[in-house]
């Protein structure tokens, strides 16, 4: 009975961070600032409050060996061209099919995961990626690189890609360290190499969208993720990303309050598909 309580709590802690992380469909199409500068921003807000987070509750900022640094550094760059190419899809698309597109991931990770870590393969997990690759499908019948979703949608794939390939390299540091301390030290890796990007392009949209980038920072980033990155301890990298997917349910609701943008049928057909992954990997995972 205490096993089944706990396994609800972190399920509902898991989904809260999604609701947090959802966020950032919205808020990349609202910002109009290069993706680039948009993201170092975002890295370098998120740093001073998650710093500021740990400093105060003495969560210790240290890693142990160069046999985990490697590793973490390697997914903070992965990271930082996650959210790169994920706002450039969002720009290129809408929140809908930006966000769709992004939430192949899950699938990626089934496949991925045993590959990297030796863990068990599942055939449940292909039965879901079908169900993910014929939602992709229903996103965009008519593939051409000259239209803005289309573009959208490589973008957003490429983006899953480099995600599923960050979580399942921090999967075995979860156990060692902090959320907090993971999500810190990548922050600060981001903010270092994406500094050229400030010689390069304009911030001068910063001082009037800085509410939403603030927002980005510290709601989506600095909260969201880290709690993302704790659900690890409890979940394996594949069920974890799976269940995430209701994330776009989400994304795509704010995005039709503030933005007004309405997914069409074959959006939502697409979409239903994708997400129809999250029960079923939900109720696998329960059991």
Known sequence: MQNSKGHINQLLELNF?????????????????????????????????????????????TIHSQRDAVPIFISAILLGGHWITYFFSLQYSSVAI?????????????????????????????????????????LAPEFNLQDGNSLGIVFGLLSALLYALRNILLKKRTQKYSGSTLMLFQLIVITVILSPALLIYSSNDFVSQWPAVATLALVTTAIG?????MSFKHFSVSTASIISSSQPIYGIILGVIFLNEI????????????????????????R
């Open 225 to 229: 993720h880290t709690l993302f990155v």
């Open 98 to 138: 930006g966000m769709l597109s992004l939430f192949t991931y899950p699938a990626m990770t089934a496949f991925l995961e045993p590959l990297i870590l030796k863990t068990k393969f599942r055939l449940s997990h292909v039965f879901l990626a079908i169900l993910v690759l014929t939602g992709i499908y229903f």
């Open 263 to 286: 997914p069409g049928w074959s959006t939502i057909l697409g979409g239903s598909l994708i997400l129809m992954s999250v029960v079923i990997e939900s109720i696998r995972s329960f």
């Open 17 to 61: 961070a999604m609701v947090l992380m959802s966020t950032s469909g919205a808020l990349g199409r609202y910002i109009v600032m290069p993706p680039p500068v948009t993201i170092w921003w975002r890295c370098f807000l998120a740093a001073l409050f998650l710093g500021l987070f740990c400093w105060f509750w003495k969560v210790k900022f």
